[in-house]
Every structure is written in C-alpha cells, then in structure tokens.
C-alpha cells in the first residue's frame, strides 16, 4: 500500500500516479546507488589499508583479530540499516536432502579442482602459492587459528556483506539475474588476485543462486564454508607429507 | 456484478489502460483523463521535457560506454609497456584479462547500462586501491584523469538509473 505525498490519498495496489491530483507516485530510489558505491568503496578501502597494517605487523594474532572485528563491524554497521531485511535472511530454508548432498558433493569436487588448479596455474607462472595452515604455524593451536579465520569467519561475514547487504540493495533497483552476476563479480574483484578472479565469479554465482532460490543466507554460508573447509584440510595434508 | 464493473471503467485515452471512470487523473501514466484544459497541457509539457531528458540521458550513457573502451584500450596498451620493462607474461595476461572485463561490460552496458556502468566504475575504483596497496604513491598519479573517468561513468550510471525508472512509468516513451 502507498500514500500520495501531495493529497494524501491511499491505494491499495502500486500506482504510478494520483488519480485524484496527478501527483507522480515513483520512489526516488537513487539513494540507493550512493548507498551501493559507499558500501563497496568502504569495503576495498578497508581490504587495502589492512594490506599495510599486516605488512607491518607480521605473525601478530592481536592485530589480525583487531583487524577481523574491524571488517565485521563495517558489515554489521552497513546491515544494521536494513536489519529487518537482514534478519529474515536467516530463516532456515526448507530443502530436498538429496539436492543438498548434491550441492555438497559438486563443493567438494569443485573445491579439489580449484586448489590443484590455482596449484598448477601458479607453478606454470613460477610463483609459490600461501599455505592457509602454514602462516598460522608461529601459533600454538595453529589448525585451530587457521579454522577460524578461513572456514568459519569469512563464510559468514562475507556473505552477509555480499549474497545479503549488497543482494539486497541491488534487487531494489535492477533484476535478480543482473544482481546475481553483478555481486558474483564485486565478491570475485575483492579478493584483489587475479587467478581468483576465474574461479571466484562462477563461484559467486553459484551462491548468489542459492540465496536467490532458498531465500535465506544459510545455504551460501554452509556452501562456502565447506569449501573454505576443504582448501584448509588439503593445505594441512600437503604441508604434513 | 459484471455490470457494475462495465460501468465504473474505462480506458484511459492517452495510455489505453482501464481506469476507474470518476477519476481526475490515470493511475498509470498521469493523463488528466477529466482535468481540466491547463492540465492537460502541463501533461503534455512534461512529457515533451521528460522525452529531452530522455536523449540527454542516452548521450550520457553513451559517453559512460566510451569511456569503458577507452579503459580497455589503455589496459592493453599498459599491458605491452609493462611486458616490454619486466618481460613477464604474467603482466600481459592480467592487463588482457582486465581489458577483457571492461570489454564484457561495456557491451553488457548497451542491453543493461546501469548494471554494466555501476560495475565498470566499482571495477575501476578497485584497480586504483589494488595500484595503491603495490605503489601508494599511484593514488595521486593522473588524479585529474581519475577523476574525469569516475564523472564520466558516473553520470551515464545515474541517467541510465533515470531512464529505467522513467521506462517502467512510460514504457511507450
């Protein structure tokens, strides 16, 4: 239902006009572009100054959670705005079992080709790709570090940010499939690495997929958390054998 | 029932869309249907502005698109220098790559320009951060330039938002 803002008259479906004043009844919606542009400019910004603060702050576990609960309050401070539509996002979806081990099943596959892919690509152009577990080596439980910061906090905050936050806004103002390939290619670019680049966008459109049929951020979350999961595990077995 | 129906409505003279007889104005496109004679031509008036606005709005995205090939070009022309000082493929592949995406966008821009132009700019703005993490001094190179480029795409993404809100209102404009 809406209200003319001009005679207040109040209809009962969506009207592009008044028909007792001729007023035009449109929602100006180009705050939502701005909204759009400072979200993303915050979050690249933000990726890039940490660059920086862990180039010179190497092996300090203080400053990259200082770091993580940053990024994390950007996103919840950005969804805070639209917390209602934020919170419906998390209501369980209702799924086929079959269709769901199916979708954890092409995770896995998907995530063993990625990782001897991206192990192949690199080799080819002579560079040494990170080991995810190794970097958390100076700890002392350092599976348990590396657990947190690649299969458990990311999934979840980086969905938020992109398959909810962005999502959202951006079906406000174009259609699902434009905003499917749009925040597959903003969650690609914020990775600022180029071979991720080829195998994060068709990634991201899977996700976007999920959240668009099952409406609800769990199944992305769980999708990419088993993948994250399955990239750790093969990086622990490499550097143990 | 039916009746009743028949007679309450109409179509709207101008738009063709059925519309409730009594009312002043349609629903759907503004048409003072039993307005009187001066809102009939401010009606028309409006229509007639929109319809400028309209061709200047193309004009924009038309430039935004531009400027997307010019980024193409640059890129690959960027791509060559690099590969010429550091004789590594690895440059040339990635500057092609993003050559590529600004390629794909741009001609994405012609059937949905204010997706294709809102990922162009946020692309363009993540290549300045990426430049800036490996040289900060890179930020202040060309900031006229880097500003010219985010007006130019900005103004086409903004008119292409305007004319897409314009077109669900007045599909026949």
Redesign the interface.
Known sequence: MNQCGNCKKR?ETN????????N?L?EK??NV?DF??AF??SI??F??LS??IYDGYKENIWVEILVESLFISLVIGFSLVRRKEMLQLYKFPKINKGLLSLYILVTIVNSFLVYYGVEFVNSF?N?VSLNSYESYLYLDYPFLWALIFIAILPPIFEELAFRGFLFNL?TE???VK??I??TS??FA??H?S?IS?IWIFPFGLFLGYLRFKYDSLWLPMLIHFIHNLCVLLVDYYVFNS | MENKIEKDVMNCSFCKEQ??KE????????H?EN?TDK?RAQ?FAKRAMEKSKNIDAGEKIKSARNTLFVLCGIMIVYGFIYYYSTKS??DL??NF?VAL?YLALAFWSEK?P??AL??G???Y??LI??S??IDPTSIVKGILWKFLIISYIGKG??SA??L??VKT?NPNL
């Not at chain 2, 009312?23 to 503004?30: A, E, I, L, P, R």
């Open positions: 209809y009207v592009n006009f008044c028909s007792t004043c001729g035009q449109l919606k180009s572009i759009i542009i993303y400019v690249i910004v990726i890039g660059f920086f152009i560079d951006l103002v174009t259609s434009s905003t390939i749009a290619l903003l670019l914020v600022f180029f680049l | 519309i409730e009312v002043v104005f349609c629903s759907n496109c503004g003072p307005g809102e009606f493929i690895l592949g990635v790559f995406i949905k204010f997706i809102l990922s700019l946020l692309l703005l993540t951060i990426i800036a993490i993404l903004y938002f305007d897409q809100k209102v």
